[in-house]
Every structure is written in C-alpha cells, then in structure tokens.
T-cell receptor, first 112, second 110 residues
Framework: NAGVTQTPKFRVLKTGQSMTLLCAQD?????MYWYRQDPGMGLRLIHYSVGEGTTAKGEVPDGYNVSRLKKQNFLLGLESAAPSQTSVYFC?????WGYGQFFGPGTRLTVL | GENVEQHPSTLSVQEGDSAVIKCTYS??????FPWYKQELGKGPQLIID?????GEKKDQRIAVTLNKTAKHFSLHITETQPEDSAVYFCAAPSGYALNFGKGTSLLVTP
C-alpha cells in the first residue's frame, strides 16, 4: 500500500495564480484532512471531509476550497494565491473519528 | 474547541538518557490522545496513542501516560538514540478532527 500520497511535492506560484493540490489514499479511509504547517505555528486544519461528497471548514479555511468527489481523493484549491499562503501543506486520512491520522509527505508551496 | 498546550518547545538530552514531553488539554470529554514524530522534510508519523479508559501504554522504548483528572498526558522515551531526534507533536480531538500542540524539537546528542 502506498498510504497517503500528495502531488506535487514542490510548487512556486506568482501572486494571483491558481493551483490544485491532490491527495490520494489507498486505505479506504472515510475521513480526510488538509493542514498547513508554518514555523512556530504547528499544524493548522484548513478543511476536512468525513466522507465522499462532504467537506467542512477547519481553523484556517479562508482562501482555500476543497472537493471530495471520490472517497480516495481530496483536492485542495487555491483560486488566487497570496504570499501568506506560502507554507508546507499536508494531507491526512483516518478510518473514523477517534482514530489515528496518517499523513502524506507534504507539498512545499512558495507564493512570490 | 479543544486547546492543547505542549511543553517544552525544545529539549536536548544525551544519548541513553530519558526524554519526557507533556501536553495539557481543556475538554474533559476528550478520549483519544495520539503522539506524532516528524523528521525533517517528512510528514508526521503516528508513533503511539492512548484512549481515556487506560492510564498508560507502552511500545518498546516509548510510553504514554494519561492523567484525566489533571487533563494532561505525557510522552516518555527511554534509552534515547540519535535517530530519536525529531519534532514531536501531541494532539487531542476537536470536533471531527484533531488539535495539535505546537511541537517539541528533541535533539539527542551522542
């Protein structure tokens, strides 16, 4: 099993550009999450999904959108990138509430 | 939502010594507490977790203890090795997700 995979691994954007980050999991997990990690801030939840076709806002959702059209995939979109969105983005999945989350390797995004 | 405080933010120990990281949480209804290890350039990895119906759980050199009355839980690493050097995060449930502590950077020196 590949576990949780993320594409791309690195990306550089100019302010105002858009992009989509893809997360895929092969563990048949119901729950999926997107976090951003910034120095000194720990992991902050952007959006999450508790099943196919569902999404919900986390702690820092502004400027991001998500979609969960298939159970195994969770997409994170930036419609108009801003320098404040420079960060490392992690996707995670879990079997259900109250179970451990499994993380992907991350995407390092720089917005100039 | 759940508020998770983690201490210390940095910890340096000599190889072979023990390391202890402590977290406190605010929601007395919380019942699941995982710990993650993050190595440089990688995603966090679940290393151990504990549920509120037990007070301690061990897995080789690592252990987690839970004090529900005081609302804190701790990670204990014994006989530390250089490969234990990493950032460690605790977490507690918050709605359908987890709230993470801000992390402890552990350095094990030979």
């Amino acid at each position: 099993n590949a576990g949780v995979t993320q594409t791309p691994k690195f990306r550089v954007l100019k302010t105002g550009q858009s992009m989509t980050l893809l997360c895929a999991q092969d563990m048949n997990h119901e729950y999926m999450y997107w976090y951003r990690q910034d120095p000194g801030m720990g992991l902050r939840l952007i959006h999450y999904s508790v099943g196919e076709g569902t999404t919900a806002k986390g702690e820092v959702p502004d400027g991001y959108n998500v979609s969960r059209l298939k159970k195994q995939n969770f997409l994170l979109g930036l419609e108009s990138a801003a320098p404040s969105q420079t960060s490392v983005y992690f996707c995670a999945s879990s079997y259900s509430w109250g179970y451990g989350q499994f993380f992907g390797p991350g995407t390092r995004l720089t917005v100039l | 939502g759940e508020n998770v405080e983690q201490h210390p933010s940095t910890l340096s120990v000599q190889e072979g010594d023990s390391a202890v990281i402590k977290c406190t949480y605010s929601d007395s209804a919380s019942n699941y507490f995982p710990w993650y290890k993050q190595e440089l350039g990688k995603g966090p990895q679940l290393i151990i977790d504990i549920r509120s119906n037990v007070g301690e759980k061990k897995d080789q050199r690592i252990a987690v203890t839970l004090n529900k009355t005081a609302k804190h839980f701790s990670l204990h690493i014994t006989e530390t090795q250089p490969e234990d050097s990493a950032v460690y995060f605790c977490a507690a449930p918050s709605g359908y997700a987890l709230n993470f502590g801000k992390g402890t950077s552990l350095l094990v020196t030979p």
